[in-house]
């Protein structure tokens, strides 16, 4: 470059040094993004026996920005390992990393926003996909060595929520799910706020539809503060409120719920069809104590209903229940025949013979020829439940029991 103008030759070096500086950048970035998703592939397999697929990472060194598409991440349905099946699938993520984090492995993500994610929890028997992701979630457990990450706060949009025995025909199906998880400068408190228009639940009597969900809340040292849950069903409603306190690492629950409840609506529940079932109940209540040993109580009244084809002027209820047990004491109905009902119900679950024993007391109005003197009938019935997997199934098989065609 000797005969070269000495202008000329600073432009070649500059030209050089630019074409340089992004050939290392463009290196550094892509040994950043091999990093990362390795990091992330380690992280899913050593914190929680999982696997991700990802099909690709795009890093902006200029901007501090990060965009994931085509994340898929796979759990073993149960323990031996042999079938895996996806649980989460996230199209588009975006959002902003600290740049700093990127040298030391340690992940900061500013906020991220999932695009369009897909939750699909499969139960088949005793086998699923998210249980032993969800244990050691909320165990805190951290993958070993380096790459692990900080989430301050992420949003989601349009996420769609599946659970059932199958990927074709779900159970539970949650749409178009909006929210966020924003936390403090200190990351010791996040606040949660989620809402959806759609909420269906397939039963083998029908769909129950939900035309509104919410759930609001705070997380704070392994609690859960001033959340609010809320449930619409035009023109019923239901909501809960309280707190769930971590005391010496056991949850310990402060609830309280209230609600107006169309009976039409969530026959299905209870095997039944909606001309089987109609008028309002409203219910107020409240749980309290820790998680494995709470108490209950519950107040239901209502009037005018029909309940599995039978048509009541009134009905009253209170209840003491808790995990493995319900005590119905009194339970009172007007038919609209001007009979009356008087019943008590005592149940104990997730024994090794699960039993209900109900007492019925029945008046009715003896005929004219026997002078008009009202007639007492008391029946006493042991009901035995079949031993389920869990609890919540034997709640149900209960139900079933009480309101389905075996006690008409």
């Known amino acids: 470059m000797s005969g070269l103008p000495k202008g000329r030759v600073l432009s070649i070096l500059v030209v050089l040094g630019v074409f340089v500086l992004f050939a290392v950048l463009y290196e550094v970035r892509h040994s950043f993004e091999q990093a990362l998703r390795a990091d992330l592939v380690r992280s899913v397999d050593s914190g929680f026996n999982g696997r991700i697929e ?8 200029l901007l501090g920005t990060v965009a994931f598409r085509q994340v898929r991440v796979l759990f073993p349905m149960g323990k031996d390992g042999k079938i895996w099946r996806p649980l989460f699938f996230f199209p588009e993520v975006d959002g902003h990393v600290s740049l700093l984090s990127l040298l030391n492995r340690i992940y900061d993500f500013r906020d991220l926003t999932f695009q369009h994610p897909l939750v699909t929890a499969l139960v088949q028997g005793d086998k699923d996909n998210y249980r032993g992701f969800l244990e050691k979630w909320r165990s805190g457990i951290r993958p070993s060595g380096d790459g692990g990450a900080t989430v301050r706060s992420f949003r989601v949009n349009d996420a769609r929520i599946e659970w059932g025995p199958d990927l074709k025909t779900p159970l539970v199906v949650l749409e178009k799910l909006e929210g ?3 936390s403090n400068l200190l990351m010791d408190r996040f606040r949660i706020r989620f809402s959806s228009p759609t909420l269906t639940v397939q039963t083998r009597s029908g769909v129950v539809p939900v035309d509104g969900f919410r ?3 705070n997380i704070e040292r392994g609690s859960l503060r001033d959340f609010r849950f809320e449930l619409s069903m035009k023109p019923s409603w239901f909501w809960i409120k309280g707190n769930v306190t971590r ?20 026959a299905p529940l209870f095997g039944g069809k909606p001309k089987e079932f109609s008028g309002n109940l409203r219910t107020d209540g409240y749980i309290h104590g820790p998680i494995h040993h709470w108490n209950g109580n519950v107040l239901v009244q209502g009037g005018d209903l029909t309940v599995s084809g039978k048509r009541y002027r009134s009905v ?3 209840a003491r229940f808790a995990p493995e047990r319900l005590h119905i004491q009194p339970f009172s109905a007007v038919l609209s025949n001007e009979g009356a009902i008087s019943a008590s119900l005592i149940a104990n679950l997730s024994t090794k013979a699960p039993v209900a024993r109900i007492k019925i007391r029945q008046d009715r109005r003896a005929p004219s020829i026997l002078g008009d003197t009202p007639v007492q009938v008391t029946v006493t019935r042991t009901v035995h439940l079949p031993r389920r997997e869990n609890v919540l199934d034997e709640w149900l098989e209960l139900v079933g029991k009480v309101l389905g065609p075996s006690m008409s």
């Open 54 to 61: 990802i099909g690709s990472v795009d890093l902006s060194l």
């Open 180 to 182: 966020s998880v924003e």
């Open 215 to 217: 759930f609001a809340g």
């Open 247 to 266: 005391i010496q690492d056991r949850p310990f629950l402060d609830l309280f719920f209230h609600g107006k409840i169309d009976l039409s609506m969530i």
């Open 316 to 318: 009253s209820l209170r």
